[in-house]
């Protein structure tokens, strides 16, 4: 299956911009690019969660910098000769501060490599500091054999699309792709600051 050609994409939202929910439009450009790039054949097989406000930096950046952890995640990936689709929405909580929920693709060859990276940058982007806790990174499940077991990898990836879009109008929940496959019920609200959700976008 050829590659598709990546660029970055997502909603233009001032950087001051506050919203306390995702709205559908947001909801479906992240479910549908989130299939796009499994029809691809770069399946999103990774979830990583950046909590930007336990490490210190304040919510008016954290925007930001989770435009540098996609820039250097992507930037890492073209090196070792693949693309990156991505998806990420952005939340606010008393423990993580603002914080970023992300699904990207990670070919299963660079797995291990890929590992220790995503510390090494949110070091880089918070000034050469890290706090434990900042990062925690996971491969879905299934992702290892999605063409061997497709329904397994597919539950999986709508599993994470359903607990990212929970900042969605509750009305929605059944309405949309991911309904009934997660375990926190839509409608919930949180104060962000700046853009609160992006995907990459084909060409």
Known sequence: MPQARLKRGGARNRRDRVTWALNERQCR??????????????????????????????????????GQFISKASDWMRHHGHPMPWVW???????????????????????????PMPRRWAKAINSGAYVRGTVRSERLAGASAIAANPMRYQAAMLGKLHYMLKC????????????????????QSTRVIGKRAAAWQRR
């Not at 008393?94 to 291990?112: K, M, N, S, Y």
């Not at 969605?168 to 409608?187: C, I, N, Q, S």
Request: zero cysteines; a negative charge.
């Open 168 to 187: 969605a109008p509750a009305p929605l929940e059944y309405r949309l792709d991911t309904g009934g496959w997660g375990h926190k019920p839509w409608g």
């Open 29 to 66: 450009h992240l479910i549908d690019r989130s299939f796009d790039a499994w029809k691809a054949g770069q399946p999103l097989t990774r979830f990583i969660t950046l909590a930007w406000g336990l490490a210190g930096i304040d919510a008016d950046r954290a925007g930001w910098a989770t």
């Open 89 to 115: 929405v952005q939340e606010n909580g008393d423990t993580f501060g603002q914080h970023a929920h992300i699904l990207l693709h990670v070919p299963l060859e660079l797995a291990d490599l890929f590992r």
